[in-house]
């Protein structure tokens, strides 16, 4: 998290250094226009996590209902990853789940995406609402939107033997024989979504 925190201060200190060939009148309007844009492009990121998380979440109850855990883990083994793509493709912008604790290996983050995992993990912990966040850069533009737990989730993520029934965790181990992705409790991080977009 200190990493975090320390590159989102150098983010800061970089957009506001004065180059002295610009007036502050200049300075602040470019700054305004920045925090808009970012704004502007968070808005709309959240919107797309929010698109993906209802589309699987309402996958997952429906295989929830029809039965049970051990349907559910079917379903998400094989279409968790099509539907991301799919949507991604539909907004033309890359959409990624990551985690610092993964079912799929494919999942895992990246150092500078577990410290803000680790950021709102802290937040939660303060009984913090968690902050998403978006950086703009000179090629892509880049956020991040936290995944918290629900009950639902804990059927599969929770502890096994409590949350988690037997057989469920069995298919579990046998589907991802590196799983890391049980122990969570209601209202925890389970990871992130990362909604990047290039710039032509």
């Known amino acids: 998290m200190k990493n975090f925190i320390l590159f989102c201060l150098g983010l800061f200190i970089f957009s506001c250094s004065d180059t002295g060939k610009t007036s502050s009148s200049q300075n602040t309007n470019s700054l305004e226009q920045i925090d808009q844009e970012k704004a502007d492009y968070l808005a709309k990121a959240q919107d797309i996590a929010t698109q993906a998380q209802q589309a699987l979440g309402e996958q997952l109850k429906t295989k929830l209902e029809q039965g049970g855990p051990l349907n559910a883990l079917d379903y998400c083994a094989v279409n968790a990853i099509p539907l991301t793509d799919s949507l991604s493709k539909t907004h033309n912008i890359q959409i990624r789940r990551v985690t610092d604790k993964p079912r799929n290996r494919v999942n895992l983050a990246e150092?500078?995406?577990?410290?803000?995992?680790?950021?709102?993990?802290?937040?939660?912990?303060?009984?913090?609402?968690?902050?998403?966040?978006?950086?703009?850069?000179?090629?892509?533009?880049?956020?991040?939107?936290?995944?918290?737990?629900?009950?639902?989730?804990?059927?599969?993520?929770?502890?096994?033997?409590?949350?988690?029934?037997?057989?469920?965790?069995?298919?579990?181990?046998?589907?991802?024989?590196?799983?890391?992705?049980?122990?969570?409790?209601?209202?925890?991080?389970?990871?992130?979504?990362?909604?990047?977009?290039?710039?032509?």
Request: net charge negative; with cysteine; charged share 25%.
């Open 111 to 200: 150092e500078k995406e577990k410290d803000y995992i680790d950021f709102v993990r802290e937040q939660l912990a303060n009984a913090q609402t968690p902050i998403p966040v978006a950086q703009l850069h000179y090629d892509r533009n880049l956020a991040y939107i936290p995944i918290i737990t629900n009950p639902m989730c804990l059927q599969c993520h929770g502890v096994p033997g409590q949350d988690i029934k037997d057989e469920t965790y069995n298919k579990i181990t046998q589907l991802y024989s590196s799983d890391r992705a049980t122990g969570y409790a209601d209202a925890q991080i389970r990871g992130i979504w990362i909604i990047e977009q290039m710039k032509r």
